[in-house]
C-alpha cells in the first residue's frame, strides 16, 4: 500500500522520534493520520489475531519513552510491546544499552479492557527495573513467559496501584503488521509486527 510506505519512509532515520525535526514530526503525523483513514480493520480491539503478538516501536511522540534515551552512559535499544490477547495482558519491554554488562531493561506489565471497538482501557500492574543480566533477560518472549509463571526478578520489581496507574488507548490503524495507536496523554505509537 502506497500510504503505508510513505509513513514508513517518512519514519525512516528518526530512531522512533528521537531524531525527528518539527518539520519532519508534521509529515509523519499527517502520513499517520491520512492512514487511519484507511484503516483496514473497523473494530481493531475485536481483531484478536490481528493484535496478538510481539510489536516493536517504529515511531512515538511519546515523552516518557523517549526520555529513556536521556540517562546518562546509556542508549535507547528496541522497545516491544507484546500483547497476549487469551490472557488480556500487555508487557511493554524497553532494552537500554551502555556500557559492556551494564545493559538494562525497563518493563511494565499492564491488563487491558475492551472499552468499545477502538478502545482499551489500561491498567499497569508490576514494573520491572534492572540489568539485562541478572533478570537473565534474553528475549521479550522468554521474559513474558517468566513474568507469566510469577518470577520475582533480581532488579527493582514492584507492583503498581491500578486503580491510579491506568489510561486508555485507541487502536487506529492495524493490519497484519502494521499497528497505530493514540494513548490518554496525546501520545502516538506506530509499531510492526515481529
Known sequence: MLKKSALLDAIA?????????????????????????????????????LLQGNWRLLYTTSKALLNLDRVPLAQLGQIYQC???????????????????LEGLVSIAAKFEPVDGRRVQVKFQRSIVGFQRLIGYN????????????????????????????????ITYIDNDLRIGRGNEGSVFVLSKT
Open 13 to 49: 532515520g528518526t530512531n522512533r522520534g528521537l531524531l525527528a525535526s518539527e518539520q519532519q514530526k508534521q509529515s509523519i503525523l499527517a502520513a499517520i493520520a491520512t492512514l487511519e483513514d484507511l484503516n483496514p480493520t473497523p473494530r481493531p480491539v475485536e481483531a484478536a489475531n
Open 83 to 101: 500483547i497476549r490477547v487469551e490472557t488480556t495482558s500487555i508487557y511493554n519491554i524497553a532494552e537500554i544499552y551502555g556500557l559492556p554488562y
Open 139 to 170: 528475549s521479550p518472549e522468554d521474559f513474558i513467559q517468566q513474568i507469566e509463571t510469577g518470577k520475582k526478578f533480581t532488579a527493582i520489581d514492584v507492583p503498581i496501584n491500578s486503580d491510579t496507574q491506568q489510561g486508555w488507548l485507541d
